[in-house]
C-alpha cells in the first residue's frame, strides 16, 4: 500500500473514491467484499456496551448513593488515578468508619459527631464538622480561588479539586476520633456510677 496523489485520474484511486461515497451516501446494492473486521474494534465495541449497561445499572442501583454522588461517571471513574485509603473509602462511601455507619451495625452508642452538632455522617465530616475547620480551610480557599462556591458538586471533589480533597481525607484520623469518643464516654460515666452508689 503506498500514497497517491488524489484526483489526478489514477484509475484505483477513482475508483475507491468513488465506492467511498456511493457507500457513505447508503447505496444498498453495493456488493460488500470485505466483511471481516479486527478484534481490536469487536473488543472496544463489547467494552463500550458492557459501561453503557453497567452505567445503567449504576444510575438505578438502590444502594450506593453516597457513592454514586462522589463517582457517578463510570467511564470518568475507570480513567482516574486515585489515591484510594480506608479513609477516602469511608468518606466516599459513608461506610465503616463514621459513626452514622457504626451505629448501625451496634458498634457505636449513637450516631452523633464528636462536636455534639449533628449526625456524623461522611457529608459531615467534609463539609461542616468544625472539629476538621483547619484541614478544611485549603481545600475551601482551593476552590474559592477558582471562583467556586463552597461546598461544590461532591464529584467534584474526586475530580477537579482531587488533590486538595485527598490532602483533606489523609487528615482525618479516624482511629484517633473514635479512641476520643470512648475516652469521653468513660469520663461521663465515672461521675454517675459514683453518685448511683451514694
Ligand atoms: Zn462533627
Same mark, same amino acid.
Given at each position: 500500500m503506498k500514497w497517491v496523489k488524489a484526483h489526478i485520474g489514477i484509475e484505483g484511486n477513482e475508483t475507491a473514491d468513488k465506492l467511498a461515497k456511493e457507500a457513505a !451516501?447508503? &447505496?444498498?446494492n453495493i456488493i460488500i467484499a470485505f466483511d471481516r473486521i479486527p478484534i481490536t474494534s469487536v473488543a472496544s465495541e463489547i467494552n463500550? @456496551?458492557?459501561?453503557? +449497561?453497567? !452505567? %445503567? +445499572?449504576? $444510575? $438505578?442501583?438502590?444502594?450506593g448513593?453516597?457513592?454514586?454522588?462522589?463517582f457517578p461517571y463510570l467511564v470518568q471513574r475507570l480513567k482516574m488515578n486515585i489515591p484510594i485509603t480506608p479513609e477516602f473509602t469511608a468518606l466516599g462511601t459513608g461506610h465503616g468508619k463514621p459513626r452514622s455507619y457504626l451505629h448501625?451495625?451496634?458498634?457505636?452508642?449513637?450516631?452523633?459527631?464528636?462536636c455534639n452538632e449533628r449526625q456524623q455522617t461522611s457529608d459531615h465530616i467534609i463539609s461542616d464538622c468544625n472539629l476538621f475547620e483547619a484541614q478544611r480551610g485549603p481545600m475551601i480557599n482551593k476552590i474559592e480561588d477558582s471562583e467556586e462556591s463552597w461546598p461544590p458538586a461532591k464529584h467534584e471533589l474526586t475530580t477537579k479539586y482531587?488533590?486538595? #480533597?485527598?490532602? #483533606?481525607? @489523609?487528615?482525618?484520623? #479516624? !482511629?484517633?476520633? &473514635?479512641?476520643?469518643? @470512648?475516652?469521653?464516654? %468513660?469520663w461521663c460515666q465515672v461521675p454517675t456510677k459514683r453518685t448511683s452508689s451514694e
Open positions: !451516501q447508503g &447505496n444498498e463500550r @456496551k458492557g459501561l453503557e +449497561q453497567l !452505567q %445503567l +445499572q449504576w $444510575n $438505578n442501583a438502590g444502594a448513593a453516597v457513592c454514586r454522588s462522589f448501625r451495625f451496634k458498634l457505636a452508642d449513637d450516631t452523633m459527631c464528636l482531587l488533590h486538595a #480533597f485527598s490532602i #483533606f481525607v @489523609k487528615s482525618i484520623d #479516624f !482511629q484517633k476520633l &473514635n479512641r476520643l469518643v @470512648k475516652y469521653l464516654e %468513660l
